[in-house]
């Protein structure tokens, strides 16, 4: 079985993020890059059906060179190989521009029976990308998945929600997203970093991927900002020491904001 | 006026708080018409609720496939519509689903998509959204420059006003479905409906954090959280810490929520967490170290021991509600 699997770099939830002042984009060097967490899970994922099935694993990346930070991990974790868009004319681009390069990027590997990807990337929270991925390359979508079981062409896959869980049914080829709680990824080993580094990773420009850069990016945007402002930080109220009266005087407080 | 098409929200012939969001906010739009995908027999049920929030048009389409498949169905309804009316927008909830659905739709019918947004509004010809991104740290507004805008609120955000319609009702038929395209739903396990209000829709949420000790612990969190009529958090911090499962974490990883008001019970407040909570109109905290960065965001705070102040908050709370 033969499984492409999405990964990205994105900044690190524990730093400061911001957006940069010339073109309200993400401002990628200011924070921390990590390899989404959601991401190795989606990586350990393909390995596990690549370990039970057979095929081989192919790790996907759109993203500024850097991003290929992203690509060596899930190679060291037992990806195969690997394809890293990197173009400048990507900077901007918004989650429709990313899906459709990410589904033309699909399109240049050969006879892909399964497309992983982490649910919900933490930078962007747009949560829609694999379902727009889905929806260019025409597979069923089996998203937000805790377990994955393939058998034969039919994929089955338990879709949790908080409205409950769903028992989802399709057949290969498909996409499925995968969920915080669908496994542990496993570290690399020494042996798989060392032999990450002989792996082939296969850079591609927007051209040839046959889209006109003109038409990705920000420049290719089909929505725009208005305007971007930091908010205002909020400012630090009434602060009290609790002389053992602290839950009477926020149940005052609370009566006097009309909140209770 | 143009039509301002609304995907609704039912569970069990219910229409979900955030759809009545999404009807308010339509109205701001355009003339709001909400879309029904169910079984047969749903429109019937939720169709006066609808209007009730100022729906006049209730676009319906049931089918036994629109139940047993999952996202396109929807998809398929959202996009022959917007083919036929030429909406001036199409407002989804940015639930789960709802990001999918909405993020389908547009590439399906050539437009932006403006997500998570938590207000909109028209500003000339243009529908403007805007959003609060990285945990409330940015505010930006756009608009969709390509086609009809397709446009994700954050439930919660929107006031929902009742506002009297009469509305009138108008069959959609689905097209057939794709099997090699499709995701069938075998079966569904629906969730055990708890007393609390669900997270992302309460209008109180408590939250614990590290400084709640023990799952067990967690009780004094929920007793408050009981007493108030909200819903329970916790901080990653708890979750990873094995005190609170991993559906309730607020922050960055987890969910946004911007209720009325928010007590964190023991929060340090690190930028994760803050990320997931300062859009809160009232923000409380009690916590034991007088130099946790949530006093900076609190509106009202207490240094203290919140096993000795919860308790007390709880009494006089339940006390004042007789």
Request: aromatic share 4%; net charge negative; with cysteine.
């Amino acid at each position: 079985m033969n499984i492409v699997v999405l990964v990205k770099l994105v900044p690190d939830t524990y730093s400061e993020r911001k957006l940069s002042d010339t073109d309200h984009t993400l401002d990628r060097d200011s924070a921390d890059a990590v390899l989404d967490e959601i991401n190795e899970r989606a990586v350990e994922e393909a390995l596990q059906l690549k370990e039970a099935h057979g095929g081989e694993v192919t790790a996907l990346c759109v993203g500024p060179d850097r991003a290929v930070d992203a690509v060596r991990k899930a190679l060291q974790m037992g990806a195969d190989k690997a394809v890293h868009v990197s173009d400048a004319a990507l900077h901007g681009s918004d989650v429709i521009t990313t899906a459709k390069v990410l589904a033309k990027a699909v399109g240049t590997i050969d006879g892909v029976d399964l497309v992983i990807a982490g649910n919900e990337a933490s930078d962007g929270r747009a949560g829609a990308v694999p379902a727009i991925l889905a929806e260019l390359l025409g597979l069923p979508q089996l998203t937000h998945a805790n377990k994955v079981t393939v058998e034969g062409d039919t994929i089955t896959v338990e879709r949790a929600t908080d409205d409950g869980v769903l028992h989802l049914q399709a057949t290969l080829p498909a996409l499925v997203s995968v969920s915080e709680k669908i496994n542990e990824p496993r570290y690399p080993s020494f042996k798989g970093i060392m032999a990450a580094k002989k792996k082939p990773i296969t850079t591609l420009t927007v051209a040839d991927l046959g889209l006109d850069p003109a038409g990705v990016g920000l420049s290719g945007a089909w929505t725009a900002v208005l305007e971007a402002a930091p908010k205002p930080p909020r400012t630090a109220g009434e602060r009290v020491e609790d002389n053992g009266d602290g839950g009477t005087k926020i149940a005052e407080y609370l009566v006097g904001q009309k909140l209770i | 006026m143009s039509e301002v098409l609304v995907l609704v929200e039912h569970v069990d012939g219910e229409v979900k708080k955030a759809t009545f969001e999404l009807l308010s906010a339509a109205r701001r739009l355009g003339e709001p018409a909400a879309v029904v995908v169910g079984a047969v027999g749903t429109a019937s049920k939720v169709k006066d609720a609808l209007a009730r929030y100022g729906a006049t048009k209730v676009y319906v389409a049931e089918s036994d496939d629109a139940v047993n498949y999952l996202v396109t169905p929807k998809v398929d309804a959202l996009a022959t519509l917007a083919g036929r009316v030429s909406p001036a927008a199409v407002l989804i909830s940015a639930s789960l689903e709802g990001k999918e659905v909405a993020g389908r739709v547009a590439v399906r019918i050539d437009s932006g998509l403006l997500v998570d947004v938590v207000d909109v509004e028209r500003s000339g010809d243009d529908v403007v959204g805007t959003q609060s991104i990285f945990g409330g740290g940015f505010v930006v507004k756009s608009k969709v420059s390509t086609g009809t805008p397709v446009i994700t609120v954050r439930p919660g955000a929107v006031e929902a006003e009742a506002a009297e319609a009469v509305a009138t009702e108008e069959t959609v038929e689905l097209p057939a479905v794709d099997p090699a395209r499709a995701t069938r739903i075998t079966s569904r396990e629906p969730a055990v409906a708890g007393d609390r209000p669900e997270l992302t829709e309460a209008s109180v949420v408590v939250s614990g954090g590290r400084g709640v000790g023990s799952a067990e612990n967690f009780a004094v969190v929920e007793r408050l959280a009981d007493a108030l009529g909200g819903a329970v958090g916790a901080s990653r911090a708890a979750v990873d810490s094995g005190y609170y499962p991993h559906q309730f974490q607020v922050g960055q990883t987890g969910k946004t929520v911007s209720p009325q008001l928010y007590i964190a019970l023991g929060i340090s407040g690190a930028i994760q967490h803050r990320a997931g909570m300062q859009t809160a109109k009232t923000i409380v905290a009690v916590n034991k170290d007088a130099e946790a960065p949530i006093f900076e965001i609190a509106d009202f705070g207490v240094v203290g021991d919140l096993f000795q102040v919860a308790p007390q908050l709880t009494e006089e709370v339940t006390k004042r509600r007789g």
